[in-house]
């Protein structure tokens, strides 16, 4: 290549290394174009992927009997700046040291026109295993107090009078506002609250 190039004129010579650069740039890009439309077609594969596992967890059962997450609950002894934040806008009650979040529970707050109240509250002695109010039709089991001692509490999904859980309610934790002013919980989450969560605790409502 290099002896042809030196017995060609000199317009030759320009006229070779352009077709070569021409050459060279058409293979590059050829392959850097379709490199590119292999990368751009696997993102749109993975994005496809991604979205339907959004798409199955919007929309698979809540398992209402099991905790919340897949790990052990956080030993409160070892959090000296441990207290509860309730959000009612994603029904999520976080268990916090700090701003740390120790532990995610699903749940489901106050209906509209029975709303859980708002604010700074903090959990007060009285707690029980079971209760059913005729009144509205409903009870729940591991029931925690945290405003005007027993009539606001943290507990597990409804059950009817034969202490049976409601399914249809049930199934909507952490999705739906449909309780009557208290905190819903899983019955596992609520049964370690029950047992574990210290009267005098902070509880952040918002």
């Known amino acids: 290549m290099l002896t042809k190039l030196a017995n060609m004129s000199t317009k030759q010579k320009i006229f070779s290394i352009i077709l070569i650069v021409v050459i060279l740039l058409k293979i590059f890009y050829g392959v850097t174009f379709k490199t590119g439309q292999k990368i751009i077609a696997a993102q749109s594969k993975i994005e496809k992927v ?36 309730v959000s ?60 005007d001692h027993g009539i606001y509490l943290f507990h597990t999904v409804p059950v009817d009078a034969n202490g049976n859980y409601v399914v249809s309610e049930a199934e909507q934790l952490g999705k739906a506002s449909n ?3 208290c905190i819903r919980l ?10 574990n969560v210290p009267t005098g605790a902070k509880v952040v409502i918002d």
């Open 50 to 85: 991604e979205g339907k596992q959004v798409t199955q967890k919007a929309n698979e059962k809540v398992d209402w009997h099991d905790p919340s997450e897949n790990k052990p609950y956080p030993n409160i002894s070892d959090y000296p700046n441990f207290w509860i934040h």
């Open 88 to 147: 009612i806008e994603k029904h999520r009650v976080y268990l916090m040291n700090n701003k740390e979040v120790l532990y995610t529970m699903l749940c489901s707050p106050g209906a509209a026109g029975q709303e859980t109240p708002r604010g700074t509250f903090s959990i007060q002695a009285e707690r029980g295993e079971h209760f059913y109010n005729s009144q509205s039709g409903e009870g729940a089991n591991y029931w925690v107090s945290f405003k």
């Open 179 to 181: 309780s009557h002013g």
């Open 186 to 195: 899983s019955i596992a989450d609520a049964k370690w609250f029950y047992e």
